[in-house]
T-cell receptor, first 115, second 116 residues
Framework: AQKITQTQPGMFVQEKEAVTLDCTYD???????LFWYKQPSSGEMIFLIY??????QNATEGRYSLNFQKARKSANLVISASQLGDSAMYFC????????????FGTGTRLTIIP | NAGVTQTPKFRILKIGQSMTLQCTQD?????MYWYRQDPGMGLKLIYY???????DKGEVPNGYNVSRSTTEDFPLRLELAAPSQTSVYFC???????????????FGPGTRLTVL
């Protein structure tokens, strides 16, 4: 079984500041992938970034980076230079690398960027 | 490419009614999924399919049925709707095969269903 925990229900951040969204996970399988999705108020799910359990380096995609600490089982999302358009729900998710690729989601963090 | 499309966008059902949520993808993805998202919660997997003719239960399958007769379509059937099925339903698809690193899931825009 796998479990994702996001402990921050909501966060308020000043525009242009960096923000870290926490995600911890629990699995006994050594082969897994971690995903972050953004859900704006319009409702769609937008893929942001991926980290594989065997990846040697932390993933980066533009202003998004993933602080992957395997021993602590954490995969925090870092958004640099936050923008008003970053206001949204953010979900952490994971799946096993081999098999049916089902995603398990956390409960999400609502991020609000303050101008 | 339209990606993943879902119809309808909104629907109100009475208790005991039935309906089918439609999902179509034009990316030739072999994997397709149905999730539900309750208010303030993450997504939970209802059913998934690894290819035409193959479906399997997810975390919360009770009250739902699916079929996958083609690669493109993956309809979700609600029989005897109940208030507990009030939720936003998302369809997603992904490609599993060689040459892809992480096979991210692409989501449709969602269907907001209310059962009264």
């Amino acid at each position: 079984a796998q479990k994702i925990t996001q402990t921050q229900p909501g966060m308020f951040v000043q525009e242009k500041e960096a923000v870290t969204l926490d995600c911890t996970y629990d699995t006994s399988d050594p082969s897994y992938g971690l995903f972050w999705y953004k859900q704006p108020s319009s409702g769609e799910m937008i893929f942001l970034i991926y980290q594989g359990s065997y990846d040697q380096q932390n993933a980066t995609e533009g202003r998004y980076s993933l602080n992957f600490q395997k021993a602590r089982k954490s995969a925090n999302l870092v958004i640099s230079a936050s923008q008003l358009g970053d206001s949204a729900m953010y979900f952490c998710a994971m799946r096993f690398l081999y098999g049916n690729e089902k995603l398990t989601f956390g409960t999400g963090t609502r991020l609000t960027i303050i101008p | 490419n339209a990606g993943v499309t879902q119809t309808p966008k909104f629907r109100i059902l009475k208790i005991g009614q039935s309906m089918t949520l439609q999902c179509t993808q034009d990316m030739n993805h072999n994997y397709m999924y149905w999730y539900r998202q309750d208010p303030g919660m993450g997504l939970k997997l209802i059913y998934y399919s690894v290819g035409a003719g193959i479906t399997d239960k997810g975390e919360v399958p009770n009250g739902y049925n699916v079929s996958r007769s083609t690669t493109e379509d993956f309809p979700l059937r609600l029989e005897l709707a109940a208030p507990s099925q009030t939720s936003v339903y998302f369809c997603a698809s992904s490609y599993s095969g060689t040459g892809r690193i992480y096979n991210e899931q692409f989501f449709g825009p969602g269907t907001r269903l209310t059962v009264l």
